[in-house]
């Protein structure tokens, strides 16, 4: 795609890719180590906060990682012109695709996960909230079990972003 060789199309999908890769990992890491201990610490007016920032966090990560990924494919796509053997034949096309895996993973959870998980965890809250009697045991086990469950995807979604900084911003050197 001779498109794709333009220098000035090149500038802007590496303005876009790097622009919102540094806004995905950036936002990611802030919201697991210091916004959810800071909510929790904070008990019911945290939960209120996460609950009022979540849909606009989620928009917002909706956009950037969106355009991190399609940025990061047509760029990835130039690389094809000499073949798909790049990947293993040079070290750079091996950590890209390395990158660009993990970071596709993480899309992957974040679109399909996170939100449905936060969504149910909502409803709960909200059913025992307006409980007029204090929460039965199974309801709390559960909330405990989602909320766990959260915490260890968002833990494991932390470790594809950091493979995925690590392996882009090594790439090219190797
Ligand atoms: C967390 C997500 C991501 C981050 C933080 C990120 C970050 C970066 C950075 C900083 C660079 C510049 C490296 C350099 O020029 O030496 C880069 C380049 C690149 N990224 Fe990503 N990236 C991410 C996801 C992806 C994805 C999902 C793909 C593919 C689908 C991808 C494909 C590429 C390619 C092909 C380049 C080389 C661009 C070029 O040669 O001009 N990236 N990335």
Redesign the pocket.
Known sequence: MTILSNLYV?LI??IL??GS??V??GSATLYLLLIIPAARSAQSAGQKFLQTLGPKFGAMMGIV?TV??L???L??V??FAGGISFIWTTGAGFA?TV??V???G??VMGAGFFGKMQARIEKLGAEMESAQSAPNPAQVQEMNRLQSSLMKAYQFDLVL?AV??LA??V???L
Do not use: D, E, Q
């Open positions: 090149i999908l590496r890719h790097i890769g540094i995905w990992v990682t991190t990924v940025s990061g494919a760029l990835y130039r690389f890209f990158g660009a993990a970071a596709l993480s899309y972003l995925a900084m882009m911003a790439a090219r050197y």
